[in-house]
């Protein structure tokens, strides 16, 4: 089902920290290191791999500073061609170079079509996740290492908007920019968003 997001990045959270302390769960934390494939022609399509998954979602609408994403991908390497053909490259609006194989382990994927893909960028992101809920709302703060820089972000997702809405002004969020992991890694990259 899509959601309705809003993030922060920060280097510091400040009086936020200790306002979140009350909805987290002690000593509950995970973590994982992530591949972002990054696209200079589009900010509406999140493309990841994590632990062996391609993981992709599109933004279907803004509203009222929430974004409302679709996840419409996951799949397991090795990829067969066509789904690299037909659904990865036209997501991140790069042609499809010409596809040797008839499927693609994570190490070919790299070699043989990212890497030889100029208009492509990789980033590494590692995670230390605490979730929580408030306000009905799925949400997290999160340490996260973007190509080596440390970020702190919170998070807030549901179906229903209005949860998230009322979870931003629980927590003081509401007048905050909404950042998604598309143009954070953007930020950090240098690489000017598409829109």
């Not at 769960?25 to 900010?43: G, K, M, N, R, V």
């Not at 009222?64 to 996840?71: A, D, F, H, R, T």
């Not at 807030?156 to 908007?161: G, I, K, M, N």
């Amino acid at each position: 089902m899509p959601r309705y997001e809003f993030r922060i990045f920060r280097k510091v959270l400040g009086a936020l920290e200790i306002k979140l302390q009350r909805y987290l769960p002690p000593d509950e934390t995970a973590s994982s290191s992530e591949l972002y494939l990054i696209s200079p022609h589009t900010d509406e399509n999140n493309v990841k791999i994590r632990e062996g998954t391609l993981e992709i979602k599109t933004l279907i609408q803004r509203w009222s500073g929430l974004e409302q994403w679709q996840p419409v991908l996951k799949a397991d390497f090795p990829l067969p061609a066509d789904l690299l053909a037909n659904e990865f490259f036209p997501r991140l609006v790069v042609p499809a170079p010409r596809l040797e194989r008839e499927q693609y382990a994570f190490e070919e994927f790299l070699a043989d079509l990212i890497q030889a893909q100029p208009d492509l960028y990789l980033a590494q992101v590692a995670k230390l996740r605490q979730k929580f809920r408030v306000e009905g709302c799925q949400a997290e703060l999160s340490d996260v290492t973007i190509e080596g820089q440390p970020w702190r972000t919170v998070a807030l997702e549901a179906e229903d908007r209005q949860a998230v809405l009322r979870a931003q002004t629980t927590l003081g969020l509401a007048e905050l920019e909404n950042i998604n992991y598309v143009k954070a890694i953007k930020q950090v990259l240098a690489v000017a968003p598409a829109s």
